[in-house]
Nanobody, 127 residues
């Protein structure tokens, strides 16, 4: 069993930055795959980014590529999502998702591939 605790989001002005964290307790292994998804009001869940605990090249949605960076701290069992140049369309509830096995590349952007989910944290981008 993996428990995920996300950091608090917040209200950010357009062009601003915010970093979210996702701390895992219970276990973490080299095969784990971790992702961030988001859900804007009235919209479906949207994949944001993924990273493998073992390292490698992370993946990003086109909508955030070049602005968001996913990273991890193995010692702290924590994954981060650094969000720069935020836009109003980034407003959403952001969720950390964790799978304690390797997710094949073609499934890394699929919600159902991840077994454990954080509680979600609201990010609002507005002036």
């Amino acid at each position: 069993q993996v428990q995920l605790v996300e950091s608090r989001g917040g209200l950010v002005q357009p062009g601003g930055s915010l970093t979210l964290s996702c701390a895992a307790s219970g276990r973490s292994g080299s095969s784990d795959t971790i992702a961030w998804f988001r859900q804007a009001p009235g919209k479906e869940y949207e994949f944001v980014s993924f990273i493998r605990w073992s390292g490698g090249i992370p993946g990003y949605a086109d909508s955030v590529k070049g602005r968001f960076t996913i990273s991890k701290n193995n010692a702290k069992n924590t994954v981060y999502l650094q969000m720069n140049n935020l836009k109003p369309e980034d407003t959403a509830v952001y969720y950390c998702a964790w799978h304690t096995a390797r997710v094949i590349l073609s499934n890394t952007r699929t919600r159902s591939a991840y077994r454990y989910w954080g509680q979600g944290t609201q990010v609002t981008v507005s002036s």
